[in-house]
């Protein structure tokens, strides 16, 4: 099982990018992907969460700027982020179980990270 997190970089303030998560040894029919991030000096948190049936979660602070989605092979998902901001600046992980979980640690398979630096 390998989850590979992709599409880091770095971006203007107000400029996109779209991160990718690909999977191999399972499919999405049966795991939710989750997003986290953590940027230096700071805790880890949630960003999003996409289901095994396709609901998707957001927490307030990127509700309107990121979209989680999933490819219809459903072997990668998505992070497409518009509106970015510097705070967002941050190492960001992919991880995957079968539902959604609170807290990175809870998931039972996590990526490496990507980062992304939003800076003028």
């Known amino acids: 099982v390998q989850l590979q997190a992709s599409g880091g970089g770095l971006v203007q303030p107000g400029g996109s990018l779209r991160l990718s998560c690909a999977v191999s040894?399972?499919?999405?029919?049966?795991?939710?992907i989750g997003w986290f991030r953590q940027a230096p000096g700071k805790e880890r948190e949630g960003v999003s969460c996409i289901t095994s049936d396709g609901s998707t979660l957001s927490k307030d602070y990127v509700k309107g700027r990121f979209t989680i989605s999933r490819d219809d092979g459903k072997t990668t998902a998505y992070l497409q982020m518009k509106s970015l901001k510097p705070e967002d600046t941050a190492v960001y992980y992919c991880?995957?179980?079968?539902?959604?979980?609170?807290?990175?640690?809870?998931?039972?398979?996590r990526g490496q990270g990507t980062q992304v630096t939003v800076s003028s």
């Open positions: 991880v995957a179980d079968h539902r959604c979980r609170d807290w990175m640690h809870e998931y039972e398979y």
């Open positions: 040894g399972f499919t999405l029919d049966d795991y939710a």
